[in-house]
């Protein structure tokens, strides 16, 4: 069965981003790109990924108008990418043509939200507008959004991620961050949890960075979450 385990590519550069992706087999984990590195090294850089034969996560977040993401999610398939996202905040309209614009293509990228950013706290909410209940029920109404919208799932975190299933269903995929195995620094992520429990609370994929990108034997941390998953 292919890795549920996605791995961040949170280099600078791509000449970074490649030695460590040369130590990796396909079979071992998908990666995920994101910002930094896609403006760094651009879409022939995403592309190369996919060469090599790897499932690769675009981690653009779009949100603009619905014409405008609908053609940026279209561009997006066309590099043979295994997953995009959208920021649910843009509405359902947007989220609509997201999906619309993916519909005729022979193997269509799987289509997933961003909820609530991890870093917006009821103060941050509260501060761009966003007043009704706590930011768990923000995020289980764009949860909720996103699936009518006819996504297939949205990135969460771990603790969100047991009642986004009983919610919304055992098809609906739900991809997490901040997850740490035993034994290794937590960063700047505040609420951890291990690939087991991720896995006990029904989470499909899980995103893992540093622990795997700045330690000595990163074959050895994959295959330990690997075998968690
Ligand atoms: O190094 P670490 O395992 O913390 O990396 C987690 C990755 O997941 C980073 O690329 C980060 O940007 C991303 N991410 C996150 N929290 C979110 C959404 C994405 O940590 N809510």
Not at 56 to 78: M, Q, S, W
Not at 125 to 134: E, Q, Y
Not at 142 to 159: F, I, N, P
Not at 175 to 198: C, F, L, Y
Request: proline share 5%.
């Amino acid at each position: 069965m292919s890795s549920r385990l996605i791995v961040a590519l949170d280099f600078p550069d791509t000449e970074q981003a490649l030695s460590f992706v040369q130590l990796l087999s396909p079979a071992d984990c998908k990666l995920k790109v994101g910002f930094e590195l896609f403006v760094a090294g651009g879409p022939g850089f995403v592309r190369s990924l996919v060469d090599l034969g790897f499932d690769v996560f675009l981690d653009l977040k779009f949100h603009d108008i619905p014409n405008t993401v609908a053609g940026a999610c279209r561009a997006a398939a066309k590099l043979g990418v295994w997953m995009i996202n959208v920021h649910a905040a843009g509405g359902d309209k947007m989220m609509r043509f997201a999906r619309e614009a993916l519909s005729d293509l022979e193997n269509p990228p799987h289509l997933i939200a961003v909820t609530v950013l991890t870093s917006m706290d009821a103060e941050q909410l509260d501060k761009i507008g966003v007043r009704a209940g706590s930011p768990d029920d923000q995020v289980k109404h764009l949860a909720r959004l996103t699936h009518e919208s006819g996504l297939d799932g949205v990135v969460c975190s771990a603790q969100e991620a047991q009642m986004l299933r009983e919610t919304l269903g055992a098809d609906f995929l739900l991809v997490t961050p901040g997850i740490r195995p035993e034994g290794s620094q937590q960063g700047d992520q505040s609420r951890v949890m291990t690939p087991e429990a991720a896995k006990a609370v029904g989470v499909d994929y899980v995103v893992v960075g540093r622990p795997i990108t700045q330690s000595d034997d990163p074959l050895a941390v994959i295959a330990q979450i690997n075998r968690a998953l």
